[in-house]
């Protein structure tokens, strides 16, 4: 199989920021895309990590599964598990801010009427800067200007891949069973695919990772 051999990390689903025991900010990602990607990896041959946020999907068979609540979760698993893996594969809709103080009690309606922010650590930037020979593939969820904000988002992040999707959309994007994508490679290629499956999506994603293994 192509990706015998191979160790793919890959994030999924959103992350929780908590306010207080009674309250979140978070997303509308349902985990789908990140999960079909973890399921078809699989079924290439490869050895999956996969580290999620809180969704209601079945957990995929054959992947190491670390659950995760919070970006600050996930950016400390996904370090751990960085140096032992070849691709890196981020389609987990991570939260860019926190609260900047949890607060233990529930706070009270009267008096809670704003949020203070604190900013997240870019994950898939940091990993950017650190890749040595891997592979990294970002997302980016857009609903204007796709191939323009995605490419932008390529080069900050040092990335050789980056898929883009339409939002805000029934068919594409979140929680959808199908997407409407874009592949963009680090030489400028752009691949636009029609309306397919998100398990179609996984596998024109990873045949690209896999023409890409095999010409380095
Ligand atoms: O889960 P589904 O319901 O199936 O929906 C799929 C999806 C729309 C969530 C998925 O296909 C997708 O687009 N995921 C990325 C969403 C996103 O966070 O995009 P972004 O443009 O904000 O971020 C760009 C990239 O940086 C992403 O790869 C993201 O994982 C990464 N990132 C973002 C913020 C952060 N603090 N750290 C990161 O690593």
Known sequence: KPL?????LITAGPTREAIDPFRY???????KMGYALAIEAVNLGAQVTLISGPTNLEVPK??????IT?????HEKVIEKFTDTDIVIMA?????YRPKDYSKNKLKKETFNSIELAKNTDILMELGKNKKGK???????ESINLKEYALEKLKKKNLDMIVVNEIGKEESGFNADTNKIA??????????LPLLTKSQCANEILKKIIQKIQQD
């Open 183 to 192: 592949i963009i490679e680090d030489n400028g290629i752009i691949e636009e």
């Open 62 to 67: 054959n992947v190491n599964y670390y659950p």
């Open 135 to 141: 592979i990294l593939v970002g997302f980016a969820a």
């Open 70 to 74: 919070s970006a600050t979760q996930m």
């Open 4 to 8: 015998n051999g191979k160790k793919i």
């Open 92 to 96: 987990a809709a991570v939260s860019d």
């Open 25 to 31: 900010i978070t997303n509308y990602s349902s985990g």
